[in-house]
C-alpha cells in the first residue's frame, strides 16, 4: 500500500461504489487530503457495477442515469460525454425521468462511433401477466380491456368506485393505501405480488405511511382522465412534445453498462494519486473517544491484516456493519444497528439464440423474437421471477454477438433462503424453466447463464428502523466519521443521492465538519424509487 507524505491527510474510504469513488475524486479535486479506497469486492461501482461474463455485460438492475441535480448531470457528463448522434431530429437535448423532465446541461459532446460515451435511451418497459403484455404505466384503452376481458375490466371498475365511497378507516396498512386509492380488484392484480415479492413481507404488514411516502402521484382517476379525454385533445397536444413530460422516459446511459462510468472515475482517482485497494475489507475501527484513528483492513487474497492511521473516515459499508466496530457504551444503538432490515437481491444472466414464445402474442419485431422493452415487471402469481432485464435494448454494446438476446432474470431474496442458497447451475436451471413456463422462451434456446448475488441491495423501512435515529445519533457523535451512500445511511439511495452525500460529505470535511449533519437531508423528501413505481 502506497503512503502518504508525512504531513499529507488521509482519508480511508470504505467501498468504491458510487459514493465513496465521488468522494474519493472530489477530495483530489478539491483538497490535497489522499483518499484511501478500501472495497471488498474485486472490481470497483458497487452495485452500479457491470459484471462482465464472456464478454456480455450485466447491469445489476438497470440503472437509468437521472438526477434533478444540475450538478449531479455535469459530472457524470465530465467523466462520460454524450455521444453526438443521440441529439436526434435536432431537439433540444432533454431527458425525463419519473414525469420529470429536464435539460441535459451538456458540457462537451463525443464523437458517436468513441465509446467513452453515454447514451441517450428511450424507455420501454411493460408488464406481463395473464401471459400478456400491459401497458406501463397502465393505461385504460381497447388493449388493456381485451388483456384483462370485458367483465374483469368492469369487475375492477365497480371495485375502484367502491373504494371511493367506503374508505378504510383508519388507513393502517399498505394494503389499505393501496385499496383505498386504487380498490381492492386492481390492488390483488397489479400491486400486491409485486410489492411483495420485492420486499418478502405482506402488504398488510407495510405502514400506509410508507405507502404515502414512496408511491406518490399514481391515481387512478388521472389515469381515466387522461385515457377519457385522449380522443379529445388536438394532434399538437398528443405529439411527442406534449407527452414527454409525462409519459415518455429518456435517460443517460454508459454505453458498456453504468460500471463504466464508476471505472473511469477510479481510474481518475488512481492517476490522480489516490489509493484503491481490491480485494480488501474494513474489519475494524480503532477510535478515541469520538474521534476515529485508524482502521483495521484484511487483504482477502493473502489474508493479511494491516491498521491505516486516518484523519478521516467515510463508510459507505453498511450501518449494520460499521456501528459495532465502533463499540458503542448504549446497547440499544448495538440492538438497532444488528438488526436494520435489508432485501437482498440475485440475477440470472441467460445468453438465449431466441425467445420464440413471443412472436405469438405479436410482442416483437425482432427476427430472433427478442421483445422491445428495456426491462419487464413479471407480475405471474405463480413463478418467482420480479423482472426481466433485455440488455441488448439498454445498450447493444453489452452483447458480445448481435444475433443474441442476453437476458437478466432478477429475484427479489433473503441471503441464505431457498433460491438464494441453490447452487448457480441448479439456479440458472430454475430461472430458464420460469421463462419457460410463463410461455417466453424454450429452454433448447438457452445457449449459457451466470449468476450473480447481491447481499443487502436494499435497505428496507421495516422493524427496527423505525429506531434509526438513535445509531444515526450515535454516528454522528464522530468528530471524523462520515457515514454516506445507499447502506452507509440506510438510504433508498438511487447513485445521485450517493453521490450528492459524498460531494456535501467532502465539503464538511474541508470546512472542519461544519455542515456535516446537513448530508442527512440529501433525499430524504424523496418520492420516486426504482422498483415500488413498478406498481403504478
Ligand atoms: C435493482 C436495482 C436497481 C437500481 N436502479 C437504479 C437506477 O436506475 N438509477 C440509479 O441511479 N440507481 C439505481 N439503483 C441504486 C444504485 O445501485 C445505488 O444507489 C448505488 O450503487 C449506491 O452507491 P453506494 O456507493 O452508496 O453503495 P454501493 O453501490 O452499495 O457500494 C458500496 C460498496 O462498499 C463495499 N463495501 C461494503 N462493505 C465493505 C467493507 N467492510 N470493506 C470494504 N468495502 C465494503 C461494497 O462491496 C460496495 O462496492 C438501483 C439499485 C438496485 C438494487
New binding site residues.
Given amino acids: 500500500m502506497a503512503v502518504a507524505n508525512e504531513h499529507q491527510k488521509i482519508a480511508v474510504i470504505?467501498?468504491?461504489?458510487?459514493?465513496?469513488?465521488t468522494a474519493a475524486l472530489e477530495l483530489l479535486r478539491r483538497s490535497d487530503i489522499k483518499p484511501v479506497v478500501?472495497?471488498?469486492?474485486g472490481q470497483?461501482?458497487?452495485?452500479?457495477?457491470t459484471v462482465n461474463y464472456r464478454g456480455n455485460r450485466m447491469d445489476?438492475?438497470?440503472?437509468?442515469?437521472?438526477s434533478k441535480s444540475d450538478w449531479v448531470m455535469r459530472w457524470w457528463q465530465d467523466i462520460l460525454p454524450v455521444a453526438e448522434e443521440q441529439d436526434t431530429a435536432g431537439n433540444p437535448l432533454k431527458i425525463t425521468y419519473q414525469r420529470q423532465s429536464r435539460d441535459l446541461l451538456p458540457s462537451r459532446r463525443a464523437p458517436s462511433s468513441a465509446d467513452a460515451v453515454m447514451l441517450i435511451r428511450q424507455r420501454l418497459s411493460r408488464i406481463f401477466y395473464r401471459r400478456r403484455f400491459f401497458d406501463y404505466p397502465l393505461k385504460l384503452n381497447a388493449s388493456t380491456v381485451r388483456n384483462m376481458g370485458l367483465l374483469e375490466t368492469l369487475r375492477i371498475g365497480l371495485s375502484y368506485g367502491q373504494a371511493q365511497f367506503s374508505h378504510r378507516l383508519p388507513e393502517i396498512s399498505l394494503e389499505d393505501f393501496f385499496v383505498n386509492r386504487f380498490g381492492d380488484r386492481l390492488y390483488r392484480t397489479f400491486f400486491k405480488d409485486y410489492t411483495e415479492k420485492v420486499w418478502g413481507v405482506r402488504c398488510q404488514e407495510i405502514s400506509a405511511e410508507w405507502g404515502a411516502q414512496r408511491i406518490k402521484g399514481l391515481s387512478v382517476a388521472k389515469a381515466l382522465a387522461h385515457a377519457v379525454a385522449r380522443p379529445f385533445r388536438s394532434g399538437e397536444e398528443t405529439s411527442q412534445k406534449a407527452t414527454e413530460t409525462s409519459l415518455i422516459e429518456r435517460f443517460l446511459y454508459p454505453k458498456f453498462g453504468p460500471g463504466q462510468m464508476w471505472e473511469t472515475v477510479a481510474q481518475q482517482v488512481a492517476d490522480q494519486g489516490g489509493d484503491i485497494h481490491l480485494r480488501?475489507?474494513?474489519?475494524g475501527v480503532e477510535r478515541q473517544g469520538q474521534d476515529i484513528k485508524a482502521i483495521d483492513v484484511l487483504d482477502l487474497a493473502t489474508g493479511s491484516s494491516r491498521r491505516i492511521p486516518c484523519d478521516f473516515f467515510v463508510s459507505?459499508?453498511?450501518v449494520s456493519?460499521l456501528t459495532p466496530m465502533l463499540k458503542p457504551e448504549d446497547g440499544d444503538v448495538i440492538r438497532i444497528a444488528n438488526h436494520l432490515p435489508y432485501r437482498d437481491?440475485m440475477t440470472v444472466g441467460l445468453l438465449l439464440k431466441n425467445m420464440h414464445g413471443l412472436r405469438h402474442s405479436g410482442s416483437s419485431s425482432a427476427n430472433n423474437g427478442m421483445p422491445p422493452d428495456n426491462w419487464i415487471y413479471i407480475q405471474e402469481p405463480d413463478v418467482k421471477i420480479g423482472r426481466l432485464q433485455i440488455f441488448n435494448n439498454w445498450s447493444p454494446a453489452l452483447v458480445a454477438d448481435p444475433k443474441t438476446i442476453w437476458l437478466g432474470l432478477?429475484y427479489f431474496c433473503k441471503a441464505g433462503d431457498e433460491l438464494w442458497s441453490l447452487s448457480d447451475d441448479r439456479f440458472i436451471d430454475f430461472a430458464a424453466g420460469e421463462l419457460e413456463k410463463i410461455g417466453m422462451i424454450q429452454r433448447s434456446a438457452v445457449m449459457d447463464g451466470t449468476v450473480v448475488r447481491?447481499p443487502?441491495?436494499?435497505p428496507a423501512y421495516f422493524g427496527e428502523y423505525s429506531e434509526f435515529g438513535a445509531v444515526r445519533d450515535y454516528l454522528e457523535g464522530f468528530s471524523n466519521l462520515y457515514p454516506?451512500?445507499?447502506?452507509?445511511m440506510h438510504r433508498y439511495?438511487?447513485?445521485?443521492?450517493?453521490m450528492l452525500a459524498a460531494n456535501a460529505a467532502v465539503s464538511a470535511m474541508l470546512k472542519g465538519g461544519q455542515g456535516k449533519s446537513d448530508i442527512w437531508q440529501i433525499n430524504a423528501e424523496e418520492d420516486y424509487h426504482?422498483?415500488i413505481e413498478a406498481v403504478a
Fill in positions: 470504505a467501498g468504491a461504489g458510487p459514493a465513496g469513488l478500501i472495497e471488498m469486492d470497483v461501482g458497487g452495485i452500479s457495477r445489476i438492475g438497470g440503472h437509468r442515469f437521472f480488501h475489507r474494513v474489519v459507505t459499508m453498511p456493519e437481491f432478477e447481491v443487502k441491495a436494499y454516506i451512500g445507499r447502506n452507509g439511495n438511487n447513485q445521485d443521492h450517493s426504482e422498483e
